[in-house]
């Protein structure tokens, strides 16, 4: 009751300043009490005033011996003399109404500010003090004076007296939320002491240690939330079964051109086995950029329509949708599974009639983009929806797409390999997959980091390749000239490099403001060869497949994630030749070097994303944000990998109980 109370009732606080702590998203003393700073300040060890040095901070301990109230222009200020045996300095406030009635001549404060020459003596300007009983400081080491995320109203100083007001309330009625788990070991510390830790620790390591204690308090919290949706969804949501026999899974295979790998297997095994139970599967499968998922895809597709339900599969984009399209169509020749592409473009009257078809049941399986979930499109027979993400995740959309009376099953599938940490708290409530073998004969993409200005080196490299019936992608990061950013436009740089640098070859321009139908052309002339080089905005990162496209070049690396430029170069690749990524930077600075260095070095996906995950926060990575996960006071998901696993292991014992 106490920690939820309004904080305006706390002793000391009131109406006015609850407003302004208000502004903080303080509304309860627990708030108050988990307003931890950001970090803490050194005042350093107290000198003898005799060794003290102008323009330098320090702290003294020392008497006041004198004080005298001044007022010059109509400000107030206060003056005062401070001895300590060694010597004497001033110390002086301008303003000093609260301060004006706890000086006294007498007192020993200890005092902590800029020291400043005057004619005479050095003075303090506006230190800060603290009042000690005598001379005798007991602690003289450092101070860790907390430093607290502020406004205008309230200072870090206000705050920290606040805090000490709710330390006081509040901090012996603060338990452990669970006993320790043997099997995740937690923190040593209490919860109790590591709230008192985090405001004011002993010693610096103690705020690290207090911090991974709380973080595995919220992380536990979380997975006990997570752990309880699931269940819930579990005990409520209905599918239909989808079982796969032998010979359904015979037929399937005999389908493919090739022979699965072991990853592929091995997940598809997952799915076998969701598909055949009556709660609804909810899986993510994650593989980069052509380990294989369509055929993955395909597999559970056709388990389903052999158990004559309908499919629906989804993709972000409609030149995504098409080549879905494709690629199934190309799989299914000469089999009798009825299926169909549902983008725009076509004519009110013809679009009527296929959605007319569609919610007939002729067609077993649906193609489109996420308008295939809107209100107008039946399916009534569904029993399994493919997403395709790619590099986003929508899952928010999953609770539109119900068929009639049941769930279909359901199967996101993204090439972002999403760090561990994050499957496990922003996707928890996803069962997770992964394709971590490429399918045989591929090599990695060889990547450069080209020299900014380093245009000498980087055009006949592309030449060269182009001379060779290769092609290429030429990557920019913006459609049209912006006065903030300086980016050369993908629509000005099209034009230039016809003329010059690639001038005789084929050019091509690809961006997200022209019309979907333009788009398709360029892609189609692209993908069948008729241009050489395509310089695009990051509209080809969405799984493009183009084999003979085995170039790319990304101008201004540094402004894209690492994760986002390891999917720009999954674009080549896809074929028999060796693939190549120039790099080339618009800045020359050493970190976004040593950042971009790193896709030199590895191709691997979730390596990447970790390092993405750990430089740029869990709020860049695409997607994450709008999946209402709360925000995370202490807990990091780009390092606490360990508690949290932990705390995954604790809940699951708790949610037994
Ligand atoms: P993803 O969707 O994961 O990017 P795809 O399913 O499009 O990857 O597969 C990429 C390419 O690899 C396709 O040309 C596909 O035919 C081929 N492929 C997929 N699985 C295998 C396999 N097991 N053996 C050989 N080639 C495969
Ligand atoms: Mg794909």
Redesign the pocket.
């Known amino acids: 009751m106490l920690f939820r109370s309004p904080i305006r009732f706390l002793k000391g606080i009131g109406p006015t300043r609850a407003q302004w702590l208000a502004k903080l998203n303080i509304l309860s003393l627990e708030d108050l009490l988990e307003h931890f700073p950001f970090r803490h300040g050194h005042q350093g060890p107290a000198v003898p005033i005799h060794i003290l040095t102008p323009n330098q901070p320090a702290t003294v301990i020392a008497r006041l011996t004198d004080l005298q109230r001044r007022r010059g222009r109509g400000k107030h200020s206060l003056l005062g003399m401070l001895e300590d045996g060694t010597d004497c300095c001033l110390i002086r406030w301008f303003n000093p109404r609260f301060l004006a009635n706890k000086l006294q001549i007498g007192q020993w404060p200890r005092v902590h500010g800029q020291v400043m020459p005057t004619d005479t003596f050095l003075q303090f300007i506006n230190p800060r003090v603290e009042w000690l009983d005598g001379p005798d400081t007991g602690d003289d080491a450092q101070r860790f004076e907390p430093v607290y995320p502020a406004t205008a109203e309230l200072t870090s100083r206000h705050i920290a007296r606040l805090v000490k007001i709710a330390l006081e309330a509040g901090l012996p009625l603060v338990e452990d939320w669970a006993p320790a788990d043997p099997d995740a070991p937690r923190p040593t510390l209490s919860r109790q002491a590591a709230i008192q830790a985090m405001h004011h620790p002993d010693d610096p390591n103690q705020v690290e240690q207090a911090r991974q204690r709380l973080a595995y308090d919220e992380l536990l919290l979380l997975q006990v939330a997570l752990g309880l949706r699931r269940s819930h969804a579990a005990h409520t949501a209905r599918a239909i079964p989808i079982p796969v026999g032998e010979k359904v899974d015979a037929r399937i295979r005999a389908r ?6 072991a990853a ?1 297997n091995k997940v598809i095994a997952h799915l076998v086995g969701d598909l055949a139970r009556t709660r609804p599967m909810n899986r993510l499968l994650q ?12 597999y559970a597709a056709l388990a389903a329509v052999a158990a004559k339900l309908q499919v629906a599969i989804m993709a972000p984009t409609e030149i995504l949708a098409r080549q879905h399209f494709h ?1 199934f169509d190309d799989y299914l020749k000469g089999s009798r599974v009825r299926r169909t592409l549902l983008v725009g473009g076509l004519g009110d009257a013809a679009r009527t009639a296929q959605l007319a078809r569609i919610a007939d049941g002729q067609f077993d399986i649906v193609v489109g983009t996420h308008a295939l979930i809107q209100h107008d499109v039946q399916i009534p027979r569904l029993g399994l929806v493919i997403v ?1 993400e ?1 590099h986003r995740f929508g899952v928010a959309q999953r609770a539109d797409i119900r068929g009639k009376g049941s769930w279909p099953h359901y199967l996101v ?1 993204t ?1 972002t390999p999403i760090p561990r940490t994050l499957a496990m708290t922003v996707f928890g409530d996803l069962d997770v997959s992964i ?1 971590d073998q ?5 090599h990695p993409v060889e990547t450069r980091l080209i020299r900014p200005g380093g245009d000498q080196a980087l055009w006949p490299i592309v030449r060269q390749r182009l001379a060779l019936g290769q092609q290429a992608y030429i990557v920019y990061p913006l459609v049209e000239q912006s006065e903030e950013l300086d980016a050369p436009a993908a629509i000005d740089e099209s034009r230039r490099l016809a003329a010059t640098e690639l001038a005789g070859f084929r050019v091509g321009l690809l961006h997200g403001k022209m019309k979907p139908d333009e788009k398709h052309l360029t892609m189609a002339a692209f993908a069948a060869g008729r241009l050489d080089a395509l310089v695009a905005t990051t509209v080809i990162e969405v ?1 493009v ?1 183009v ?1 003979n496209a085995t170039t790319i070049v990304i101008h201004h690396a540094e402004r894209f994630g690492l994760a986002q430029l390891h999917q720009l170069r ?1 674009r080549v690749g ?1 074929g028999r030749h060796q693939a190549l990524c120039l790099l080339v930077p618009g800045v020359d600075n050493p970190e976004s070097r040593d950042r971009l260095d790193l896709l030199t070095r590895t191709s691997d996906g979730f390596l990447i994303a970790e390092e993405d995950l750990r430089l740029r926060g869990p709020g860049q990575i695409a997607g994450s944000r709008q999946h209402g996960l709360p925000e995370l006071k202490v807990a990091d998901l780009g390092a606490d990998l360990g508690l949290l696993e932990a705390a995954q292991r604790h809940s699951r014992r708790i949610l037994a109980h």
């Open positions: 493919l051109p090739f022979v699965l790998t592929q593989g980069d950029v052509g380990s294989g998922k369509t055929a993955v895809a395909l690629k395709d790619q599938m090439a394709i490429a399918p045989p004969g591929r799984g497949d084999p999954g896809r």
